[in-house]
């Protein structure tokens, strides 16, 4: 059981290049969530999917677009890097039924040079 | 929307003395306040959580207690030990399968 896994775990991009990343989970879990967290600002949420087939703005949503591809996986695609994305992202998920309990990836670090 | 402040920003302890982080949330419709630690360069992991229905839970050396009136909510860590030492964040939701919204997070250093 490897609960919620994300990829990759570390990458460099170059300012204006895109990428996406990919996060799955295995606990049958309905609502899946990205986060990121910078030095001082906590976990900052990006998106959210309640449901399978929906996804909502969080806190911070823009220049990111995200796409919940079956129950299991949901991923994050920046379009148009910027430094100003440069930091550490999380992937959970939780089981609406239980209570929100939320569990986190292990994390992506993320450079925009 | 949801809006949650945590303070102290930073907290050091001497090791054997207790620790208290408080944090306040704006939506009277929150009802579940987890509290999550996360150890350097590791996940946040979940240590203890309340729901508006309790106003205090106790897990061994951690307890949270609530107060909806305030709005306010607060972790306490007695005989703090140095594994204690980490980031801690608590957290407002107020909806089943709904969003967490964090506060900015405490540096909690537990000294020898």
């Known amino acids: 059981n490897a609960g919620v896994t994300q990829t990759p775990k570390f990458q460099v991009l170059k300012t204006g290049q895109s990428m996406t990343l990919q996060c799955a989970q295995d606990?049958?879990?309905?609502?899946m969530y990205w986060y990121r967290q910078d030095p001082g600002m906590g976990l900052r949420l990006i998106y959210y999917s309640a449901s399978e087939g929906t996804t909502d703005k969080g806190e911070v949503p823009n220049g990111y677009n995200v796409s919940r591809l079956n129950k299991r996986e949901f991923s994050l695609r920046l379009e148009s890097a910027a430094p100003s994305q440069t930091s550490v992202y999380f992937c959970?998920?939780?089981?609406?039924?239980?209570?929100?309990?939320?569990?986190f990836g292990e994390g992506s670090w993320l450079t925009v040079v | 929307g949801e809006n949650v402040e945590q303070h102290p920003s930073t907290l050091s302890v001497q090791e054997g003395d207790s620790a208290v982080i408080k944090c306040t949330y704006s939506?009277?419709?929150?009802?579940?306040f987890p509290w999550y630690k996360q150890e350097l360069g590791k996940r946040p992991q979940l240590i203890i959580d309340?729901?508006?229905?309790?106003g205090e839970k106790k897990d061994q050396r951690i307890a949270v207690t609530l107060n909806k009136t305030a709005k306010h909510f607060s972790l306490h860590i007695t005989e703090t030990q140095p594994e204690d030492s980490a980031v801690y964040f608590c957290a407002a939701s107020w909806a089943e399968g709904g969003k967490l919204i964090f506060g900015q997070g405490t540096e909690l250093s537990v000294k020898p």
């Open positions: 309340i729901r508006s229905n309790v």
């Open positions: 959970a998920s939780s089981n609406t039924r239980s209570g929100n309990t939320i569990y």
């Open positions: 939506d009277s419709a929150s009802n579940y």
């Open positions: 606990m049958n879990h309905n609502s």
